[in-house]
C-alpha cells in the first residue's frame, strides 16, 4: 500500500514535543546543553510552562495558537520506475501477496520523494530559536523510527524567514525546518482473468523431428496453427 507519509511525519514530531512539554525541566536541560546560560534556560522552561508549541497539519489560520510547529507538504514527486512499474509479487517469507477478496495480486510500485516544510511561529525570536532547535533534534532523533515505517534517504535543511504579512502577522517570528525522504509506494492490480490477454497461446514450435513441442510434453503432430498466423 502507499505510506501515508505525512501522517508518519506529523506523529514523530508531534509526540516528540509533547516530550519535552510535558517535563519543563527536560527542556530546560536541553537549552542549557546546547549552550544557553541557567538564566536563559530557565527562561525557556518558563516559557514552555505558559505557552507550550502546538503542533498542528497545515498552515495556522488567523487567531491560531502561537507558538506553534506547523507541518506542511512541501512537494512530492515519483522519483523513481521499475520496468513496468512492476515489483515482487512474493512477501518476505515467500508467500504471494493477496488482494482484499483473497485472490493472487499483481504488485506494482514506484519511488517517491517527499518533501515537508515545519514552520516554527513564536510570538518572539528567542522562543522561536529554541523551538526550532528542539524541533531539528526531534527530527533527527526520530530518523530511526521513520526507518522502521520504511523511510528512507533522509536529509534536513533549515531557514530563518522574514516576516510576510499575507501569511502572518508582522510581530510574528518564523523558522522552517524541511525534511526531505523517500519511500516505495505499491499498488496492486487484478490479474487477467482466465482466456483473457496473456493466456493465450500465440505460437508453438515445431522441432525438426516433425513433432510439436510444449515444455516436457510432446504431441503426436506435424501441422500447426495458432491464432495471427
Known sequence: MTPFVE??????????MAAYTADPAAFARFLFAGGLTEAEAAKGRQHIIERPPLVIMGFP????????????????????????????????????YIDEDGNPADMHGRRWQHNFDCYVYADNGDACAWYYQLLKFVAMQSRAWWQAQDLDEFSLSGAELAPDPRLSPADIFVRRLSIACRSDAVYTLPLPPAGGP????????VGQDGLLHDGAVTYGVTVVETEGT
Open 198 to 205: 496473456g493466456n493465450k497461446i500465440g505460437g508453438a514450435h
Open 7 to 16: 501522517r508518519l511525519i506529523y506523529q514523530a514530531i508531534r509526540d516528540g
Open 61 to 96: 489560520r488567523q487567531d491560531a495558537h502561537v507558538p506553534c510547529v506547523a507541518i506542511t507538504v512541501g512537494g512530492e514527486s515519483v522519483a523513481a520506475d521499475w520496468i513496468g512499474e512492476d515489483v515482487s509479487d512474493l512477501d518476505e517469507d515467500g508467500e504471494r
